[in-house]
Nanobody, 123 residues
């Protein structure tokens, strides 16, 4: 079965940086979208940075709250997704989840989620 394993979460002071990783057990060649979501205490899960593939190379959408601070990247050879987070703020505190989906003939769209990794930003 498909598995997504996150890493890199932790405790960091405001203004600090963290790099999250997501190792996937499937090739990114067949991926429709891939990215990161987060869920803060008492709030709904929200997209942070999501890449959507396309014939022209694809594009990444960032939440307004993280634009200019977070960067989504990937290593296709290693089937690994990254989220580089800089200038972290207390409001970034949340559980971060890796997400990948794919389109499969006869089955529609399949979604895969990691178990999440905690990011805490506090002085």
């Amino acid at each position: 079965q498909v598995q997504l394993v996150e890493s890199g979460g932790g405790f960091v002071q405001p203004g600090g940086s963290l790099r999250l990783g997501c190792a996937a057990s499937l090739s990114f060649f067949s991926i429709n979208t891939m990215g990161w979501y987060r869920q803060a205490p008492g709030k709904e899960r929200e997209p942070v940075a999501v890449f959507t593939d396309s014939a022209s190379g694809g594009s990444t959408n960032y939440a307004d709250s993280v634009k200019g601070r977070f960067t989504l990247s990937r290593d296709n050879a290693k089937n690994t997704l990254y989220l580089q987070m800089t200038s972290l703020k207390p409001g970034d505190t949340a559980v971060y989840y890796c997400h990948v989906d794919q389109l499969v003939a006869g089955r529609g769209r399949l979604d895969y989620w990691g178990r999440g990794t905690q990011v805490t930003v506090s002085s």
